[in-house]
């Protein structure tokens, strides 16, 4: 049998087959029919069919009183025919513009080939029967955003990871570090997670329920662009410009647009409580005495962060340089959705780059320079413009990305997506606007790939300065710091703070130490601030944040100066560069934009296929004998052998299923290759997208399909080199 899509109506396949055809080119028209923020051309053509359709549905209007008004006044019948006439054209010009409207917001191309809806549909639906991943526990009707990665799912994420280590691991020589999950409440306090990690949410006052306040606003907004074609375009504008400023809207606007707009509870039409913030960790306490609070880590980075010190040293106490881990992270999600674009346990790679903040060049950026790729600075996206190509070398010397390493890892990210098989024109880098960047933060871009789902940040590159090593430095008495060396020693004014141990010791006995410890980690401000008040006051308020409390400093507790010294080194807290990876976001976009459909040989079926390149490929080859034959199954178990050997993942076929269908099968997971033993002697080895093939000798099979797996060489190469065989009969 065929290899169908399940679950869509055979009008829908042929919409689909149209759409895959034009997916499947070089550069995917698929970006023409979905936006996450349309262009000005599309904004105009949509806000000027809403004025069209206002004004004809006026004329109706008028058109009908008219017709009324014939009527009352016994008017002559072909005067009143002759206005009902006039009526229905205007009707029927209303519902031609409806229509015209209604592919313009829903992203249904000029010929109404298929919408994003049903290719999201016909995508998921082949990812979960094929086994790429499915909902977790499904047994037990599952759990919203929890997935399981089946077999070619997990070869899929395992071939992204390794091709991750490569590209960054061991290309720059990072220092990989593998920490635990579960992190003590200490650690996510110092770093901010534990009061700030939170998104808004509200219940429904009836029955508890909860929901995420920002989701519902935007699922209002959408819903009212996409299907209530009688807003007007000035409602349509205010709707958009809602969607465009969500992500920074504070709880109590939230709340007063939720009851402005009416919005209830999606499921009950309850009314909604206000917004407030919800705490995004999942608690456990470590040991069974529940008296040590902890979380399941949000992200991997503040593991790498608290081993500052060691991999300093481990580094040779010199600076550049970077760590890296891959590993699990976990976030309660109010309302997960979107299949694995938001989930409550996901991988997460993600690498800190530390760094002299007085230098932030860096030594191979003009490996990155001359690329060329669609970016949106802020100036940009304030203006209402679109993103743009603009060379990474300009952008960095204009000053639009703050340096040269925030600069190279941006380059780096874009190589790296696209030799996965992201679309380069459908991958942007989205710099923060000034009121999404945290207050600490020098600059930081988001790495977005477009999908049915709209824009989606799949990395963030940010310059983190060096909040997080001051955070954890002045949290746990440890100084984080790195130093420089002078070549002569330099006479500086230095800041001295001197506590006078006995008369702490005296005042706050066992706990002198940590008093001790906090007067010593004042930065100059602070310091200055308390001699001030000391000089003025006598004593002066001092929260020691070991203690979690405020304490009383006099005058004689305490020396402030400052007084020039003569430097050997300079001492310094590192800048932080950071590009972390969302691994499961990467691989949707990946798996959306290798889909594509075409139709079997007789032209009465349409056929998955996933364009993935090999090197990210779940299965790189497959050996087919081309019909039961002992001889031809003994040649395809040699073949195999091989294979292992050169380390090539494969799956061999001996069944008497048509070679055809199992071309097929093995399209829909994505296999670039397929060796079809046909004489003890030679095989053919097709390609997947073109479906040319090749013939070669038996031992030549696994070296030639190794060579362009390994990326050596290209189908173009090997093509050019060995004869052509036609497929006759035999093809799909």
Not at 200 to 207: A, C, H, N, P, R
Not at 266 to 285: G, I, V
Not at 541 to 569: A, D, P, R, W
Not at 669 to 676: C, K
Request: hydrophobic content about 35%; some cysteine; aromatic content about 8%.
């Amino acid at each position: 049998m065929r290899i169908l899509i399940s679950l869509v109506s055979s009008s829908t396949l042929i919409d689909l087959l149209s759409f895959s055809r034009r997916l499947h080119t070089k550069i995917s028209p698929f970006s023409t029919l979905i936006h996450h923020k349309p262009s000005p051309a599309m904004a105009a053509s949509e806000d000027s069919l809403r004025r069209a359709l206002a004004e004809k549905q006026s004329s109706i209007e008028s058109q009908g009183n008219t017709v009324r008004a014939l009527k009352a006044s016994n008017a002559e019948k072909a005067t009143v025919d002759e206005a009902i006439e006039k009526l229905n054209a205007l009707k029927l010009d209303k519902s031609v513009m409806e229509k015209q409207l209604q592919a313009a917001v829903n992203g249904n191309g000029p010929d109404g080939s298929v919408n994003k809806e049903a290719f999201r549909q016909a995508v998921v639906n082949t990812l979960e029967r094929r086994l790429f991943y499915i909902p977790s526990f499904k047994i037990y009707r599952g759990v919203a955003g929890l997935y399981d990665y089946g077999p070619p799912g997990c070869a899929v994420k395992s071939n992204v990871l390794s091709f991750w280590r490569q590209h960054f691991v061991l290309e720059e020589n990072m220092l990989e570090v593998d920490c635990p999950c579960v992190t003590p409440e200490v650690v996510l306090k110092a770093s901010g997670h534990v009061d700030k990690f939170t998104d808004l949410m509200v219940k429904d006052e009836k029955t508890g329920t909860c929901y995420r306040a920002d989701h519902l606003l935007k699922d209002f907004c959408n819903e009212k662009i996409q299907k209530d074609l009688s807003i007007s375009a000035e409602k349509a504008a205010e709707l958009k410009h809602v969607l465009a400023i969500l992500d920074d809207l504070p709880a109590e606007e939230l709340g007063a647009k939720i009851k402005e707009y009416g919005i209830t509870a999606p499921d009950t039409k309850n009314p909604l409580s206000d917004p407030y913030p919800f705490n995004l960790m999942f608690q456990t306490s470590i040991g069974p005495s529940g008296l040590s609070p902890g979380y399941m880590r949000p992200e991997t980075a503040q593991g790498i962060f608290v081993n500052f010190k060691d991999l300093y040293y481990y580094n040779g106490n010199k600076l550049p340089f970077a760590a890296a881990q891959i590993g699990q992270a976990f976030r309660n999600e109010i309302s997960p959705r979107q299949g694995l674009l938001r989930v409550r346990e996901f991988t997460l790679a993600e690498i800190e780059h530390f760094v002299d903040p007085e230098c932030k060049s860096h030594p191979k950026y003009s490996e990155v320079a001359d690329l060329e790729f669609l970016m949106f600075p802020r100036e940009l996206q304030i203006s209402a413009q679109s993103a743009k190509k603009i060379q990474l070398g300009e952008a960095v010397s204009k000053g639009i990305v703050n340096n040269e390493t925030l600069g190279y890892f941006i380059g780096r990210v874009y190589l790296f997506l696209t030799r996965l098989g992201i679309d380069k024109d459908r991958l942007r880098f989205r710099q923060h606007l000034a009121n999404e960047m945290a207050h600490y933060a020098a600059d930081c871009w988001d790495a977005e790939i477009e999908s049915s789902y709209g824009w989606i940040e799949c990395v963030g590159i940010a310059d983190r300065s060096a909040y997080d090593l001051h955070a954890h430095s002045e949290k746990s008495g440890v100084p984080l710091v790195a130093h420089e060396k002078f070549s002569e020693p330099k006479e500086v004014e230095k800041l001295v703070i001197a506590p006078v141990k006995k008369e702490l010791g005296l005042a706050f006995k066992g706990n002198q130490k940590k008093v001790v410890e906090a007067l010593e980690a004042m930065n100059e401000k602070e310091a200055l601030d308390m001699k001030a008040s000391l000089e003025t006051k006598g004593e002066v308020e001092f929260y020691v944040c070991t203690l979690g409390e405020n304490v009383t400093i006099k005058k004689n507790m305490v020396s402030i100066s400052k007084e020039k010294k003569k430097e050997h080194q300079r001492t310094f807290t590192p800048s932080v560069i950071e590009p972390s990876f969302g691994i499961g976001r990467i691989i949707y976009c990946l798996y959306e934009h290798s889909f594509y459909m075409r139709p079997s040989k007789a032209g009465d079926e349409q056929l998955n296929v996933f364009r993935f390149p090999p090197l990210v490929a779940p299965i790189k080859c497959t050996v087919f004998p081309l019909v039961q034959n002992q001889q031809y199954e003994d040649v395809a178990k040699i073949i195999s052998k091989s294979l292992t050997g050169a380390g090539i993942s494969h799956k061999i076929d001996i069944t008497g299923t048509s070679i055809g269908k199992r071309y097929a099968r093995t399209d829909e997971l994505g296999v670039p290759f397929a060796i079809t033993v046909d004489s003890i002697s030679s095989v053919t080895i097709r390609e997947r997208d073109s479906k040319d093939q090749i013939r070669v000798d038996v031992e030549e099979a696994a070296p030639v399909v190794k060579s362009v797996t390994d990326g050596h060489k290209t189908w173009a190469d090997v093509w050019a080199n060995f004869p052509h065989h036609s497929s006759g009969s035999v093809e799909d």
